[in-house]
Structures are given as structure tokens and as C-alpha cells.
């Protein structure tokens, strides 16, 4: 157990350091500097800039630099803004975390329940219902979701105010949009392992003592069937942390996603690399947790 | 009867069987019996399951109908996708933001001369230009980018999954260890970082080649593809080639002297292809899905070149006026992912249920 978890935990690593190894080179791979503008600063101004920042030493030793500030939270200042990113990214991801997070839960929650029902019920009218609506939902791209929520809810039937940094903050329509996907995904994952489950001979065997129907589902068939939608959790936070940037944008929420999105159409570099590298860290550190659950509730599964 | 047909008499717990209860088969009987059935192939049995299937058969005719339209419709329908809509050679700058199948001022005056003009059957932008052709268009341009970019995601994780599985050893180690890696990376992250690189480094490369019009953003797209998503391509052929390997088969070849390259090509990749060829499938909505969230978030195709995603992305702009543009390639794209997704689900069931999760 223990050599797993260090050898996940040393892939982790490694894959972080490449994150932040290809994000530096090929953010310094494209062409053009900062004192390339029309208005060139001073000789004397520049040298002092360039010893400020490191810009007159070889990239190698600007990249360990790059890392040994990353170490200490500092990612740098926005081209556009002027304002230091750490600043930006601690407060925009305040907001994501929570309309992500409550994404999460609710699709978890809700996807596990529906999947149940519809393996308990199975080809009963709930069930195609549900199975209809999945197989739906997997089918339509967030921004599309996003954008059909809005137009409805909020602009044709009034129902929610459009979202606003300082009025009305509703996030029922943005939780909505990220968390159709997983739950749809998680029901479908959730149906069939259940079904797979109450066709082993030990739940025969527990129905055949006479245990509780009650106690049959959720101590003997849950349980097991829980174990494939925890290896979904990682994708499940990378899905979610991805749809945010679309989601964000279309209900113009301030969030770490609509930050990212601005940063690429401005092409302020410093903002994309430190975006990058903070939701890649976020994702890495999601799968690895759900493989350490996924080897912690299943002793069965090697790895090797 | 015989001395031998005679059974002792049954015990009352006996498990022996009455011979006196069966009775003989008839003529007929036995000719049902003897009929073989009709020769089959593994191919042709899946298609039978397949096309049993309506949801497949039906997802099957939506993107018939679907490729049908967008390869004819631009030869019938009289209007280009970056053409501002003209009457008798004029500009109609009245034909902005129609509704579908209007006709403009200028239109409306030239039918009342007796002219003959093509509805606008999703109506036009806000540059005067007709929607019909630029969703289809889009639709093109989404299709293909599906294609293509599964077709690099096989060759690739066919030729490494192939070695790695057949050559084994530490060769394999080594090759499966780079793909872990590669596969722990957030994907969609490293293409949203890779278009952006990209972008200012391809576009001296390719100023005034054919590759220009395409733009850098799909080229990165493809090279994103190349590089990121075959991992899982890879691993899946790997899997199969060990398991196939060790087929008396294969022995049988090894000892007739025949070349890896030709037990691989003849003999182990023959007996895989089903699971290839769905996972194939399963690969394009995914290409897909990931082109339009590009082109929504601006890192899709080059500007006057619509996609599905960035049509989806302009008509963010007047939504409240004119939602029909975004209905139209939002349908679309929920229709082409709806039916590859469908298709793909009766493929593995009619070909290798064991793969069904």
C-alpha cells in the first residue's frame, strides 16, 4: 500500500513538474519581449528592468527562477491589469470553488440516486426516462447548455435575474450547467455497475438469509457499486474545472474560468501560464486523491 | 427389442432416466436438425446486430442525412459562407440579422420584378451574410476536424501500442511510462496552452500556403491531437496485442520464420480491429466536442471560416433578439455528438459486448 502510494505520489510530481516545464517553455517559445513596443525604454531604464526581472540570464536559469517564485506563491503581475495574478487567482477562485464544489456535490448526490432508481426499476417508465435524459445530456456540450439555460430562464421566461457582480447572485443556473454533465455521466456509470452488483451470488446469498431489501441496497449493492464512479471523480473535477471557463464566461461570473478566458483573448501571457499551472495542480491532485480512495476502498486491484 | 434395451426396473430413488418415455425422432425432426446455417463472418454478424439496433440504425440515417446536406447543400444553395448577400450585383445591406426564410427590402423588390431568389432559410447574420450556408459550413468544418483528428489518434496509437505490446520487455516499460505521464496531463488545459503558443509561432510558417485559410488554430488543434490523445489509443491496442500474443497462432508463425512487422500486420492486428474501430468511433464526437469548446473560448478556426462552436460563440452577442442563431448550430452539434455517441454504443454491443461497461 505504502509503495503505492509513493509511486503515485512520485507520478504526481513528476507530472506537475511537467506541467510547469512545458507551460514556461512554450510561453517563452513565442516570439517578441516586453520591450519590443514602439516606445523603447532607456538602455540605462532597460538593463535595470532586465536585472529586476532576470531577463539578461540564460533561459535555463530564468526557468529555475520561474520556479523558485512559484515556490513562494508568487506567479507575477498581469500584463493587462497591472495587478499581481496570486492576488487574482486566491480571489476569483473563491468564487469557483464554491459554484464547482456545490456542482460536485449536487451531481454526485443526485447522479448516484437516479442511477440507483433506475437499476432497482429496471425498464420500468423511470428508468427509460432517466436513461433518455442521460444519454441526452452526455450528448450536448456545456457552453451550449450554458448559453440554452440562460436564453430560456433568464431572458425569455424571467425566471432568474441575469447574473451580476454587485445585484442578484443566483448561481442555480451555473450549477445547473456544470453539473448536468457528471450527474448524467455518474447515472449511467451508477446503473450499470448497480445492475452488475445485484446479479453476484452474495446478494443472492443475503436475500436468501432473509436480510432487510433496505439493507440489501445500501450495505451489500451500493457499496460495491460505489467503487467505479470513484475513479470518475478526477475526470469529474478536470470536467468541471474545464466547464468553468465556458460557464463562467456565458453568465459573466467573475470565477477563475472567466479570468482564464479573458486572459486568452488578451493574450496576457503571465495570466495563462499561471491559470495553466494552477487548474493543472487542481486536476493532478483530484486524480490522485481518487486513485488513493479507488486502492483504499478496493484492496482487491493491483496496479501492477 | 434386445437383451440390452432392457433397463432393470427404476428404483424409487433412482436417478436413472425411463428410456420407454422418449420416442424416436421423425424424418422432419432430423432434417431441421441436420440444416446448416447460412455461412457467416464475424463482420456480417455484427452488422446484422447492428442494424437491429433502431437507435444505431437511426443515428446511422441522421448523420447520412447530415453528410448528405453539407456535401450537396453548398452546390444548390447560391451563396457562399463569407459573401455579403447581393441583389442584381448591389450589396443588400437591409439583409442584416433576418429572420428565417425572410426576404430583405431589396429582395422584396427584386421577387416583385419577377426575379427568382433562394430563401434564406436560417435567415442571415449580422454581416449579411446567409446562416443556411454558414451552419453548414460549420457542420463541415466540425465534421472533418472530427475525422481527421481521430484518424491521427489511430495511426499513432496503432504503430505505439503495437511495438510496445509486441516488443515487450523494458522497451515496453519505458513506452508505458511516457504514456502514463502524458496521460496524467489535463488535456484540454494543454491544448487551450498549446493553441495560444502556437498560434504567433505558426503564423509566419504558414503566410501564403494552402494551410493559411485553415488557419493556425486548427493546425495547433491537430498537432494537440497528435500529440495528447493517443495515449488511450495506445494503451487499448497494447492490451489486445499482449493477449493475442500469446495465441498458438502466433507461435505457429514465429516458428515458420515470419517477421514481427508481418505477425503484427497479419496475424495480431487482424484480430483486434472491432475494438480499434469502435474506440475509433467513440474518438470523434470527442474531437468534436473539444473543437467547439475551442472555437467557443476564440482559439477555433480562422475568422471568416465558420465552425459550429463559434457560431455558437457570435450569436452570444443580440441573444435575447435573435436566438434562433444560436438554436441552429446548437442543434446541430448536440444532433452530430447525439448520433456518433448512439452509433458508437450499438457498434461495441453488436461487435464486442464484453466491452460494454
Known amino acids: 500500500m505504502w509503495k503505492y502510494i509513493l509511486k503515485r505520489l512520485g507520478l504526481a510530481v513528476v507530472t506537475v513538474f511537467i506541467i510547469i516545464t512545458l507551460t514556461f517553455f512554450s510561453m517563452n517559445a513565442i516570439p517578441g519581449g516586453p520591450f519590443e513596443k514602439e516606445k523603447a525604454p532607456d538602455p540605462a531604464v532597460r538593463a535595470v528592468l532586465e536585472e529586476r526581472f532576470h531577463l539578461n540570464k540564460p533561459v535555463g536559469v530564468q526557468f529555475l527562477y520561474y520556479i523558485a517564485d512559484l515556490f513562494q506563491g508568487d506567479f507575477g503581475i498581469s500584463l493587462k491589469t497591472g495587478r499581481d495574478i496570486m492576488q487574482t487567482l486566491t480571489e476569483s477562485f473563491a468564487v469557483s470553488a464554491r459554484l464547482g464544489g456545490v456542482a460536485a456535490l449536487s451531481a454526485l448526490v443526485v447522479g448516484l440516486v437516479l442511477g440507483s432508481i433506475a437499476a432497482l426499476r429496471r425498464n420500468g417508465v423511470f428508468d427509460r426516462v432517466i436513461i433518455f435524459f442521460t444519454t441526452l445530456f452526455v450528448s450536448v456540450p456545456s457552453f451550449v447548455l450554458a448559453t440554452i439555460l440562460l436564453l430560456t430562464f433568464c431572458l425569455k421566461l424571467n425566471w432568474f435575474q441575469v447574473w451580476s457582480a454587485t445585484g442578484q447572485q443566483n448561481y442555480f443556473l451555473p450549477i445547473l450547467a456544470l453539473a448536468l454533465y457528471p450527474m448524467s455521466y455518474i447515472t449511467r456509470l451508477t446503473k450499470s455497475s448497480m445492475l452488475d452488483v445485484l446479479g453476484q451470488d452474495y446478494i443472492r446469498t443475503a436475500r436468501s438469509k ?80 481518487s486513485d488513493l480512495i479507488y486502492k483504499l476502498v478496493d484492496p482487491k486491484i493491483s496496479f501492477d | 427389442m434386445n437383451e440390452i434395451d432392457q433397463i432393470p426396473k427404476k428404483h424409487l430413488l433412482s436417478l436413472q432416466l425411463d428410456v420407454s418415455k422418449f420416442e424416436p ?70 439583409a442584416k440579422n433576418m429572420p428565417p426564410m425572410q426576404f430583405s427590402e431589396l429582395e422584396q423588390q427584386a421577387i416583385a420584378n419577377g426575379e427568382e431568389i433562394f430563401p434564406h432559410i436560417f435567415g442571415t447574420d449580422a454581416l449579411c451574410r446567409d446562416y443556411f450556408i454558414r451552419v453548414v459550413y460549420g457542420a463541415r468544418v466540425s465534421l472533418s476536424v472530427g475525422l481527421f483528428a481521430s ?11 503495437s511495438v510496445s505490446g509486441y516488443v515487450g520487455g523494458r522497451t515496453d516499460l519505458v513506452m508505458m511510462r511516457i504514456v502514463d505521464i502524458i496521460y496524467s496531463l489535463p488535456d484540454l488545459l494543454m491544448v487551450i496552452l498549446l493553441s495560444v503558443v502556437l498560434d504567433p509561432l505558426l503564423k509566419d510558417a504558414i503566410a501564403h500556403t494552402s494551410l493559411e485559410k485553415i488557419g493556425t488554430n486548427m493546425i495547433s488543434l491537430f498537432i494537440v491531437f497528435g500529440l495528447l490523445y493517443w495515449v488511450s489509443m495506445a494503451r487499448l491496442v497494447r492490451g489486445q496485442i499482449l493477449s493475442i500474443k500469446k495465441n498458438e497462432y502466433v507461435l505457429a508463425a514465429r516458428a515458420l520464420g515470419a517477421k514481427p512487422v508481418r505477425i503484427v500486420k497479419k496475424h495480431v492486428l487482424p484480430n483486434c480491429i472491432s475494438v480499434i474501430f469502435i474506440s475509433t468511433a467513440l474518438q470523434i464526437p470527442n474531437a468534436i466536442f473539444t473543437e467547439s469548446f475551442l472555437s467557443f473560448i476564440g482559439l477555433g478556426v480562422q475568422a471568416p471560416m465558420p465552425s459550429l462552436g463559434s457560431l455558437a460563440n457570435a450569436a452570444r452577442q443580440g441573444l435575447e433578439s435573435y436566438p434562433y442563431k444560436l438554436v441552429f448550430p446548437a442543434v446541430a452539434i448536440c444532433l452530430i455528438v447525439l448520433a456518433f455517441n448512439l452509433l458508437g454504443d450499438g457498434l461495441r454491443d453488436a461487435f464486442d459486448p464484453k466491452l460494454r461497461k
Open chain 2, 151 to 161: 484518424l491521427i489518434v489511430l495511426m499513432i496509437g496503432l504503430v505505439y501500442g
Open chain 2, 25 to 94: 425422432a421423425s424424418a422432419e425432426e432430423k432434417e431441421q436438425h441436420s440444416q446448416m446455417r447460412e455461412p457467416s463472418t464475424f463482420f456480417k454478424d455484427g452488422m446484422k446486430k447492428l442494424f437491429k439496433n433502431p437507435l444505431a440504425v437511426g443515428s446511422l440515417i441522421v448523420l447520412l442525412l447530415m453528410v448528405i446536406t453539407i456535401v450537396f447543400a453548398p452546390m444548390i444553395v447560391p451563396y457562399g459562407y463569407e459573401e455579403m448577400i447581393t441583389v442584381g450585383g448591389v450589396r443588400d445591406k437591409t
Open chain 1, 210 to 289: 432473509g436480510v432487510a431489501e433496505s439493507k440489501v441496497i445500501y450495505k451489500h449493492a451500493l457499496r460495491n457499486a460505489l467503487i467505479p464512479v470513484i475513479t470518475y471523480m478526477g475526470p469529474m473535477v478536470a470536467y468541471i474545472l474545464t466547464g468553468s471557463l465556458v460557464v463562467e464566461t456565458v453568465f459573466t461570473i467573475g470565477g477563475l474560468g472567466s479570468k482564464f478566458v479573458t486572459g486568452i483573448t488578451n493574450r496576457d501571457y503571465p495570466m495563462i501560464m499561471a491559470t495553466t499551472i494552477f487548474l493543472a495542480v487542481l486536476m493532478v491532485i483530484a486524480t490522485l486523491i
